[in-house]
């Protein structure tokens, strides 16, 4: 812009460039707009929202209740087993329940031994069922019940 001192001069020939610059910053931002974005593609596998169906609960097992008698005389639930069928029993009875439940619901052995049973009679029985892959065994005191 130039400024004149003198009052009485003519009239000014300079353009109005205003209307011009708006014109172009509106087909800037148009342009921008439309211009299409360089970008890469990306093909992310997004986890996809599952329903909550909770898996059907199962009750455990029963367990398998073995008595040691102080004559060394093996029950298992209420049954004489013979010492030398104890660890086919044992392993009969793992290999028909892991097929029908999951592998966490392996059925539990309770051992309740008579004070006066022999020491080495309970150890056959404990490594009969440790050879059956059985590892959920627990004692049961005779005066619990």
Do not use: C, H, W
Not at 17 to 41: E, G, H, K, N, Q
Not at 63 to 90: D, K
Not at 111 to 124: F, M, Q, S
Request: no cysteine; hydrophobic share 40%.
């Amino acid at each position: 812009m130039a400024f004149s001192s003198g009052a009485g001069s003519g009239p000014k020939s300079d353009m109005n460039v205003v209307p011009l610059i708006d014109i172009l910053l509106v087909l800037l931002i148009i342009f921008m707009v439309t211009a299409p974005t360089p970008s890469l593609r990306i093909n992310v596998n997004l986890p996809q929202r599952s329903p909550n169906v909770e898996p059907p609960r199962t009750e455990p097992p029963p367990p398998l209740q073995l008595r040691i008698s102080a004559t060394g005389e093996v029950t298992v639930n209420n049954t004489l087993q013979p010492m030398p069928t104890l660890q086919a029993y044992f392993e009969d009875i793992t290999q028909v329940r892991t097929q029908l439940l999951p592998v966490d619901q392996q059925p539990r052995l309770e051992i309740e031994v008579d004070p006066e049973a022999e020491y080495e009679t309970l150890a056959k029985v404990l490594a009969r069922a440790r050879n059956a892959q059985l590892e959920k065994i627990a004692f049961v005191d005779q005066a619990a019940q």
